[in-house]
């Protein structure tokens, strides 16, 4: 059975950092790029970042390049979103996906406010 289970969202402050993880099971984690995206209230569901499946190479949304970074650990089949520098614009629902297989996580919230 296939899990992609996200952690770590929560309120920030505007400035601030936090660290998003995704634990993937039930299929070949390392065959497949995974992406991060994200669902502000009342808006559609835009591509963040992503990575390729062995982590060479990564791409990011405009307004995400610079302040937030993307990265995997095969060996703990895992994807992480680091968030530096977050504004309000940030908020949403951020949700784990694999590229490959099309499989999603049931998303964290991120929530920047002060």
């Known amino acids: 059975q296939v899990h992609l289970v996200e952690s770590g969202g929560g309120l920030v402050q505007p400035g601030g950092s936090l660290t998003l993880s995704c634990v993937a099971s039930?299929?070949?984690?390392?065959?497949?790029?995974m992406n991060w995206y994200r669902q502000a209230p009342g808006k559609e569901r835009e591509l963040v970042a992503g990575?390729?499946?062995?982590?060479?190479?990564?791409y990011y949304l405009e307004s995400a390049r610079n302040r937030f970074t993307i990265s995997r650990e095969n060996a703990k089949n895992t994807v992480y979103l680091q968030l530096d520098q977050v504004t309000p614009e940030d908020t949403g629902v951020y949700f784990c996906?694999?590229?490959?297989?099309?499989?999603w996580g049931q998303g964290t919230q991120v929530t920047v406010s002060s």
């Open positions: 996906h694999s590229a490959r297989f099309g499989y």
């Open positions: 039930g299929f070949t984690f390392d065959r497949s790029a």
């Open positions: 990575i390729t499946s062995t982590g060479f190479r990564s």
